[in-house]
């Protein structure tokens, strides 16, 4: 109990203790925070939970066990996949679990009947029409990243930040009110939980948690997961966009008319980026990345940008992802970016 809720103030996503790796016989090399995603991509194809494949045992998962045979099929289907994305698809994940299960457990391989009729067209109708108006071009990745930073002033300031608000589900559900102070990579969050004050600390020589079970340094998993978290829920920033993207479309994000713009992160990871057509600010970003079982997305929105002090910052911020219970939203009630922050927040706690 003490781990999980640890690993839920590390956060501020609720991320569990991931599975301990043992018996892991085809994805290896991989962090827990990765191997735990992984799995959930599986799990989120199949419309499935982890008691799918492992067996549980008092009311605990067994993740070594192998009696059962849908764990055999998983390690089937994981080589299938890999076999498939290697011989057809240069290596790319393109093809993943969710590519034929759509979220159920059997895939579906029969057309739905009954078919819907094609419509039929005269190929001579349209033969004296007028020809229509060609769409206007794309924008080049140069405009659209300057439309950007000119719409949210100096964000250099981003790179200190103090803000209070609230961090909840994405149905709205247990809000809990929270505090952070960054500057640079070093990042304090304070949460107040009902088990009382707690505080997450990111320094230039580690990572600590404190909270009513006492102070101690955060293991490598632990950081990794504070890290992933501290980046989830900073806007990007104009500088960090690269150049050699390009602007792939035009597409319509809830009330936003935005123009879409994707880049590569990697040799295993890639995003696109919307930006709204009018005010030209971030409205959604979203991130690709290559995995054993196919691409795993992760999707952050940016909502209400206000001015905080010479520079725009969302107040309003929602993150998805594959782990169900990671996602998560955070609302600002204050933002102010630019001050200086006091580098003792982010000393080891006394």
């Not at 790319?92 to 094609?118: D, F, M, N, Q, W």
């Not at 102070?181 to 505080?199: C, F, K, L, Q, W």
Request: include cysteine; hydrophobic fraction near 35%.
């Amino acid at each position: 109990m003490r781990n999980r809720l640890i690993l839920f103030l590390t956060v501020l996503l609720a991320l569990p203790l991931a599975a301990e790796q043992k018996n892991v016989k085809l994805l290896t090399g991989l962090s827990d925070l990765q191997l735990q995603r992984v799995m959930n991509e599986m799990a989120a194809g199949l419309g499935v939970g982890c008691d799918f494949c492992h067996t549980r045992k008092d009311n605990e998962l067994d993740f070594a066990d192998e009696s059962k045979k849908e764990k055999q099929r998983a390690r089937e289907m994981i080589e299938l996949t890999r076999s498939l994305n290697t011989a057809s698809f240069n290596g790319r994940s393109t093809i993943s679990c969710y590519t034929c299960h759509r979220g159920k457990e059997h895939p579906t391989g029969l057309v739905p009947l009954p078919v819907a009729a094609a419509v039929r067209t005269d190929p001579h109708a349209d033969a004296h029409d007028a020809p229509a108006t060609p769409p206007a071009p794309n924008p080049s990745v140069a405009d659209v990243v300057k439309r950007y930073a000119d719409a949210v002033g100096d964000a250099g300031k981003w790179s200190t930040l103090r803000a209070k608000g609230t961090r909840e589900s994405l149905d709205g559900k247990n809000p809990m009110p929270i505090e952070i102070e960054a500057s640079g990579a070093n990042v304090h969050v304070t949460a107040t939980t009902p088990r009382g004050r707690m505080d997450q600390i990111l320094g230039a020589n580690g990572g600590w948690m404190r909270g009513g079970q006492g102070t101690h340094a955060m293991d490598a998993n632990e950081l990794e997961r504070m890290h992933e978290a501290a980046s989830l829920f900073m806007p990007l920033a104009p500088a960090d966009i690269p150049k050699e993207g390009r602007v792939i479309g035009h597409e319509k994000i809830g009330e936003h008319d935005t123009w879409a713009l994707f880049t590569t992160l990697g040799p295993k990871s890639r995003q696109r980026l919307y930006f709204d057509t009018g005010t030209g600010l971030l409205v959604r970003r979203v991130v690709l990345t290559d995995s054993p079982v196919g691409t795993i997305p992760q999707q952050t929105d940016y909502e209400d940008w206000r001015d905080a002090g010479g520079a725009k910052y969302p107040f309003t911020i929602r993150a998805a992802l594959v782990d169900p219970w990671s996602s998560a939203a955070r609302h600002y009630s204050e933002v102010t970016v630019g001050a200086a922050v006091d580098p003792a927040v982010f000393a080891e706690p006394k």
